[in-house]
């Protein structure tokens, strides 16, 4: 079982909805991710947050708008997306180095979205 | 800087024969290796990790992999392959920066298990 919870696990929106992804760790990470996945690619980085600051913005389109309401919770709002949108979207926390983290990276199962 | 070049984007090997899954990684400090697994629709899941020490490293399911400093290789292996090994495998370098972790993934090798 995954301690990296993401919701829901399928997403179908169409171009004018307005989503949300949502993912949650009880590990006591203070260090959580989000990924984009392609198919046949790896992982692409999207955000991080850091003692719930944002740290690194990988230029991300402004319709993708991350939340973290708490050092728990991770939030990514969908809105106005394009079908090329269209991926898995991975959550992922870890210990910081400061505290010791040795660089894993704990995934969730992740969410499908599908942008009609 | 660091990356991790894998080669092969796609292996095929008989059940019960050798699993060899090769990555070489650069990195200007000492570096943290991982190997990940991802079966279809799923998250990545740690098979294992080389942080410091010993340079054979054991993970689930029966894999290992050396860290080789003088190759710069971090080759992952199993001595015999299970159907159920059937999967996507990434390679990884981790940086600690500050409060996160940097990491950098391998393009990923498709691992396919012929019955």
């Known amino acids: 079982d995954t301690e990296v919870t993401q919701t829901p696990k399928h997403l179908v929106m169409g171009m004018t909805n307005k989503k949300s992804l949502k993912c949650e760790q009880h590990m006591g990470h203070r260090a959580m991710y989000w990924y984009k996945q392609k198919a046949k690619k790896p992982p692409e980085l999207m955000f991080v947050?850091?003692?719930?600051?944002?740290?690194i913005n990988e230029s991300v389109p402004s319709r993708f708008s991350p939340e973290c309401p708490n050092s728990s919770l991770l939030n990514l709002h969908l809105h106005a997306l394009q079908p090329e949108d269209s991926a898995l979207y991975l959550c992922a926390s870890s210990q910081g180095p400061m505290a010791g983290g040795t660089g894993e990276l704990f995934f969730g199962e992740g969410s499908r979205l599908t942008v009609l | 800087a660091q990356s991790v070049t894998q080669l092969g984007s796609h292996v095929s090997v008989s059940e019960g024969a050798l699993v060899l899954l090769r990555c070489n990684y650069s990195?200007?400090?000492?570096?943290?290796l991982f190997w990940y697994v991802q079966y279809p629709n799923q998250g990545l899941q740690l098979l294992l990790k080389?942080?410091?020490?010993?340079?054979l490293v054991k993970g689930i399911n029966g894999f290992e992999a050396e860290f080789k400093k003088s190759e710069t290789s971090f080759h992952l292996t199993k001595p015999s392959a299970h159907m159920s090994d059937a999967a996507e495998y990434f390679c990884a370098v981790s940086r600690g920066s500050g409060g996160y972790q940097k990491v950098t993934f391998g393009t990923g090798t498709k691992l396919q298990v012929i019955p």
């Open positions: 080389y942080t410091t020490g010993a340079t």
């Open positions: 990195s200007s400090v000492p570096p943290y």
């Open positions: 947050y850091s003692y719930e600051k944002l740290s």
